[in-house]
């Protein structure tokens, strides 16, 4: 059964008295896309319980019917980050996506082991407007409990600073925000990098 892709009576409920609390134009700001077969992962696994490709026209009929369509102008997509994602082809999709919907920006995915250069080549996209790193990247185990610059290495902030992109990062720690270590690491690069733009996920 199919338990996070079906649209019941109750979900139409909630969404309808959820829209009269809505603005009359809504922009995602935290979504993201992608091909099941770019992210290999193995049941179970809730990428496998809905279609093999989300893209953007996927995510503006499922959150249409949350949010009404026609309220929708668009997104920032990400990346989607798995263990052991292709995440090329991640970026790859996430670009081809951004091309057929100029209202939409993204952020590609990143890890401390790519380099600056492979980067480069993502952001000439003209959509494209920052990074998303995870910590599944990350080399400290397990990785539920890492550090940020496991996984967000410190050329990521110095190009951030540099072009005026954003970061979308989601802390993890058992404490998440309310970690002394997270909270001395990002105050510490936020005044480094005064203009890397940070999102704090979730």
């Known amino acids: 059964m199919v338990k996070y892709w079906t649209f019941v009576g109750l979900d139409g409920k909630l969404a309808q008295e959820l829209q009269g609390f809505l603005p009359g ?7 993201h896309v992608y091909r099941v077969a ?15 490709e989300v ?15 026609s309220r929708l102008r668009g997104g920032l997509f990400l990346g989607t980050p798995t263990a052991n994602c292709d995440r090329e082809r991640v ?12 209202g939409s920006r993204g952020a590609i995915l990143v890890a401390p082991d790519d380099t600056p250069e492979q980067s480069e080549a993502y952001l ?14 990350s080399h400290e185990m397990p990785t539920f409990q890492a550090s940020i ?3 967000l290495p410190e050329w990521v902030w110095e190009i ?11 802390m993890v720690k058992s404490q998440a925000l309310a970690d002394p270590g997270n909270q001395r690491h990002i105050r510490g690069m936020c005044l480094k990098y005064p203009n890397a733009r940070l999102i704090l996920a979730h």
Not at 38 to 52: A, C, I, K, M, T
Not at 55 to 67: A, L, N
Not at 91 to 102: F, K, R
Not at 126 to 136: A, I, N
């Open 25 to 31: 134009r809504i922009f995602d700001a935290h979504t």
């Open 38 to 52: 770019d992210l290999n992962v193995e049941p179970p696994s809730l990428f496998l319980e809905g279609p093999p």
């Open 55 to 69: 893209g953007i026209d996927v995510w503006r009929e499922h959150s249409g019917r949350i949010f009404g369509e």
């Open 91 to 102: 970026n790859a999709y996430l670009l081809a996506q951004l091309d057929g919907h100029p």
């Open 124 to 137: 000439r996209h003209p959509q494209v407007v920052g990074f998303k790193p995870y910590h599944v990247f």
């Open 149 to 151: 610059p496991s996984y």
């Open 160 to 170: 951030a600073d540099e072009r005026g992109l954003l970061i979308t990062l989601h």
